[in-house]
Every structure is written in structure tokens, then in C-alpha cells.
């Protein structure tokens, strides 16, 4: 799968900054606003106020094999984490049924980003 974040109105402020992670579920029945519910499973580049309509960012993300289709063959801690992984962090396992993007601004902000996210599926080789 492939996602895209394309920014259609760009940061303003002082020194503004936006993270963008991806995240997906850690429990069944997950509630979107519920942050326990949620972990980090990829860390955009940051955007900054130098980031301008039009900018994109992506990440091609992988099926996991088979035999790790939730990801506990891989060497990580399974506690949930948020706004915690380096730029361009990729956390092995599948999605899930659902995914969700969760912003971190830092700075002063006095105009929001605004930013449109596609997700297409990638042809399996």
C-alpha cells in the first residue's frame, strides 16, 4: 500500500512544525479517540513552514509475511507509542482493519496545515 500526504495549505507562525505518524490499532475494539487504543506504526519527515501547497510525502508499506501477519515476530516493544518514532521509522506488522493519521505541531502556530492523505494498493509482484 501506498500513502501519500500532500500539503494543501501550508504552516504559519513562528517556527512552526507538524509530524505526521500513522497509526493503527492495538486492541479490537479500538475507539478513534481513545489513544491507548492507537500505536505509531510510521513517522513522516517533519513539515515545516517552509513546506509549501504541493509538497508531498509517501511511504510504500509492506505486507508483512505471512507467518507475521501481526507483526510479534519482529524485535520491538508491543507497548502502545505515540510521537515517538524517528522521521521515516517503519514498524514492521500489519495494519489492521483501519488506520488513522495523527498530527504533532510544535512552535507557534497561527495557521494550520491542512494536507489531503491517499491511500492506493500497490500491484504484489
Known amino acids: 500500500m501506498r500513502v501519500t500526504v500532500e500539503v ?3 504552516l504559519v507562525g513562528s517556527s512552526p512544525t507538524c509530524n505526521l505518524y500513522l497509526q493503527r490499532p492495538i486492541v479490537e475494539d479500538y475507539a478513534a479517540g481513545t489513544e491507548a ?3 505509531d506504526f510510521f513517522a513522516f519527515t517533519q513539515l515545516t513552514d517552509s513546506h509549501t501547497a504541493g509538497t508531498r510525502r509517501y511511504v ?4 508483512p509475511s505471512s507467518q507475521d501477519v501481526d507483526g510479534s515476530l519482529a524485535n520491538r516493544d508491543l507497548a502502545p507509542a505515540q ?3 524517528a522521521a521515516r521509522t517503519l514498524i514492521s506488522g ?3 482493519d ?3 493519521v495523527r498530527a504533532s505541531l ?3 502556530v497561527t495557521t494550520a496545515l491542512v494536507y489531503d492523505v491517499d491511500m492506493i494498493e500497490l500491484p504484489i509482484p
Do not use: N
Open 8 to 10: 494543501t495549505t501550508a
Open 37 to 39: 487504543d492507537w500505536d
Open 60 to 63: 510504500d508499506i509492506p505486507l
Open 83 to 85: 510521537e515517538s518514532l
Open 94 to 96: 500489519h495494519w489492521g
Open 98 to 100: 483501519a488506520i488513522r
Open 106 to 108: 510544535g512552535g507557534t
